[in-house]
């Protein structure tokens, strides 16, 4: 039996940083497969499967180097793309408490999260104004808002992506412009796995916070990254300098009881 299906339309071309590895690399994938012209930006080289679609085109490239930035807008002016979507995921992640913390690794995730969101948005934006179409994904993070120990600085660059992109929403909202933050929760991806692998335990640190998660899982970045879809498609055109929570509904409540707890549920 066929199933009821409902279908919104996406950008001509997007282009995605952080593209080789966790969110970016299965929003990437997602996106090819749907017949998107995909741009994808990493300081790492394409893995095998994406570089080998022909829908994708890989820029290696810092994030925060304006050189990269200036080669992107090349192949999208050279490749004729009209209606542009892009989506911020590169990030990085160091673990410790402010004490631990060196100038060395808060320059290294300022530049990447906060300086890398930034220049993708003031150079691809000048394209999308000109079309007067243009749709921005800036993916932050529930720390944004919520702290987690041990990611001060994380935590800190992503509540900066996430007002960044809310004024760029406002900024530019008349001029075709649609921006919006994802801030998604654990996934087992490159970022949540980092953080698993400096525990003491790492099994009991995993157990530990999937029982955290209502559905008792942690995510997988695919299901957040059919979240950065939803945000680039035309079925969000009402949505405007939001932030879309991809969770698995872990800060619907300050705390979800399992029962193993004696508390009654």
């Known amino acids: 039996m066929t199933m009821p299906q409902l279908t919104f339309e996406l950008p ?9 590895s966790g969110l970016g690399h299965e929003l990437c994938s997602l996106l090819v497969e749907a017949g998107v012209a995909t741009v994808g930006d990493d300081l790492a080289a394409a893995q095998d499967d994406l570089a080998a679609l022909a829908g994708y085109h890989h820029v290696a490239g810092d ?26 995921s590169a990030a990085i992640l160091d673990v410790g408490t402010i004490l631990e913390t060196t100038p060395v690794i808060m320059s290294r995730a300022l530049n990447v999260n906060i300086v890398g969101t930034a220049l993708a948005i003031k150079f691809l934006l000048p394209l999308m104004i000109e079309a007067h179409d243009g749709t921005i994904v800036a993916v932050a993070s529930v720390n944004a808002t919520l702290a ?21 929403a406002l900024d530019h909202s008349r001029s075709g412009v649609r921006v919006n933050v994802l801030s998604p929760g654990p996934m087992l991806a490159g970022l949540f796995k980092r953080h698993l692998e400096s525990a003491t335990d790492s099994d009991k640190f995993l157990a530990t916070r999937s029982a955290r998660q209502p559905g008792g899982r942690i995510l997988e970045a695919r299901e957040v990254a059919q979240a950065a879809m939803f945000l680039l498609s035309s079925g969000s055109t009402a949505v405007l300098g939001a932030d879309l929570v991809a969770d698995g509904g872990l800060t619907a409540s300050f705390d979800f009881r399992t029962g193993e707890e004696g508390a009654s549920i």
Request: proline content about 0%; overall charge positive; glycine content about 8%.
């Open 12 to 20: 001509d071309t997007v282009v995605v940083t952080g593209a080789s």
């Open 63 to 88: 994030v925060a180097g304006e050189a990269t930035w200036e080669k992107v807008v090349a192949r999208l002016r050279s490749s004729g793309a009209k209606r542009i979507g892009l989506v911020t």
């Open 148 to 168: 987690e120990q041990q990611l001060g600085i994380y935590n800190a660059t992503k509540a900066a992506v996430r007002q960044l992109a809310r004024t760029v």
